[in-house]
């Protein structure tokens, strides 16, 4: 089969359309046939090796074996089962994804119980792919570190990227009260997708604006942690979803650092955290979007073969929601 693999650190040049084996099965997998997957900002710091501590995880000089993989969404339909698996069976169609990567490729194995479920038959299978990591990333910001409420003033701090799309979106489905910081071509959409009002951060800032709120999702990370808190009400809470990637050491976790330091010290609740993917917050998903509450935005799409051009978008930065890959 046809899969991405990377065998040294670098940038999209490294990445390769190698002929790899198709994997087997065991009894608790199901084998999907992939239609299409999506991109995140995990695949290029596995790409690069950076930060350094990444090369923890994957490898010191070059990438370990087991982590020349990239890509943890997909959308697809089941090619086989294993022999305890009764809840799938071939030519079922789903999506979902995987914690160990590999699914920029032709074929993934996946565990029946993983982060997999039937796919919404409203979508198609370039939008199921572009759900589980960013929406995911959303859900438990939202719900498990924010304890978000109804009625609450919520701030998206990068409301127009993947992960921005999806907060939005389930942000209102809980009820609160949305405002979304972009850049001027993203402002309508950002409106379109259900903010109540949106923040063009090339004309105002809104560290300075005066407006206070109740939970904030940040996930630009291009304001100092004094700026951030100056918007939140005093027992407001900070969720850090991304990070400046400065420093070669570990990036963006110099700044949970200083969340750790700073938040026994202070009456706003700061976290920072790496998301799951359970097949418990996939079917919470796929509620939401069987009930028309998320759609998927997506940017552009890329054939498998020109994933390391989508990877040169993905690095700049200005991606409107998803990039996808088909296969």
């Known amino acids: 089969m046809k899969a991405i693999r990377y065998y040294r650190y670098g940038p999209p040049d490294v990445l390769q359309l190698a002929d790899v084996e198709r994997p087997g099965i065991g009894d608790d997998e199901v084998l999907v046939r992939v239609r299409a997957a999506s991109v995140n900002p995990l695949d290029w710091h596995f790409m690069r090796g950076a930060p350094y501590l990444v090369r923890l995880l994957a490898g010191l000089s070059r990438p370990k074996a087991s982590a020349t993989r990239l890509g943890a969404d997909m959308a697809g339909s089941v090619e086989a089962v294993g022999g305890n698996v009764t809840g799938f069976r071939p030519g079922d169609e789903v999506f979902g994804g995987l914690e160990d990567r590999g699914t920029l490729a032709e074929y993934v194995a996946i565990r029946h119980d993983g982060a997999v479920l039937a796919k919404p ?69 950002v409106a379109s997708i259900g903010a109540d009002q949106v923040i063009d951060y090339t004309r105002e800032d809104f560290t ?55 938040s026994p010290v202070v009456s706003q609740r700061m976290a920072f955290f790496l998301a799951r993917q359970n097949q418990q917050d996939l079917a919470v998903l796929r509620e939401l979007l069987d009930a028309g509450k998320v759609t998927p935005v997506i940017d552009r799409v890329y054939p498998l073969s020109d994933v390391a051009e989508a990877m040169r978008y993905l690095e700049t930065g200005h991606a409107r929601g998803k990039i996808v890959i088909t296969v």
Request: aromatic fraction near 4%; charged fraction near 20%.
């Open 121 to 189: 038959p409203g979508l198609t299978f370039e939008q199921a792919a572009s759900v589980p990591v960013a929406a995911f990333t959303a859900l438990q910001a939202l719900r498990d570190h924010g304890k978000i409420r109804a009625g609450q003033k919520v701030l998206v701090n990068g409301a127009s990227g993947g992960v921005g799309t999806f907060t939005v979106q389930i942000a209102k489905a809980f009820g609160a009260e949305v405002t979304g910081v972009c850049s001027t071509r993203n402002t309508d959409m």
């Open 208 to 262: 300075r604006a005066g407006r206070r709120y109740d939970l904030l999702l940040d996930i630009a990370g291009n304001r100092s942690l004094s700026q951030t808190r100056r918007v939140l009400v005093p027992k407001g809470v900070l969720v850090a979803v991304g990070g400046p990637d400065k420093g070669r050491w570990v990036g963006p976790l110099a700044r949970t650092a200083r969340m750790a330091v700073l």
